[in-house]
């Protein structure tokens, strides 16, 4: 079955910088897209970032310029540079692949 684990959250200050990534497995990874999602307290899931099969990516305008979504395809990982991160950034962030969510990771950022 399709696993994803996710790792690299952490407490960073503010403009500081961490690598989110995630390890895939259970499917062809080389296929369809994968995206980053967050969930702050009290707000609903939101789409942060989705590479697609052919390296393409989208953005949500919120983190434009500050995250950037990458893919290893020979390592089944994709991964999530956050950098510039600010307090509203803080967050449990998933790891998504179409109907299927990792565990998260939890980002703080303290100001």
């Known amino acids: 079955q399709v696993q994803l684990v996710e790792s690299g959250g952490g407490l960073v200050q503010t403009g500081g910088s961490l690598r989110l990534s995630c390890a895939a497995s259970g499917f062809i990874f080389t296929f369809g897209a994968m995206a980053w999602y967050r969930q702050a307290p009290g707000k609903q899931r939101e789409l942060v970032a989705r590479i697609w099969s052919g390296g393409s990516t989208d953005y949500a305008d919120s983190v434009k310029g500050r995250f950037t979504i990458s893919r290893d395809n020979a390592k089944n990982t994709v991964y999530l540079q956050i950098n510039s991160l600010k307090p509203e950034d803080t967050a449990v962030y998933y790891c998504?692949?179409?109907?299927?969510w990792g565990q998260g990771t939890q980002v703080t950022v303290s100001s």
């Open positions: 998504n692949y179409y109907s299927n």
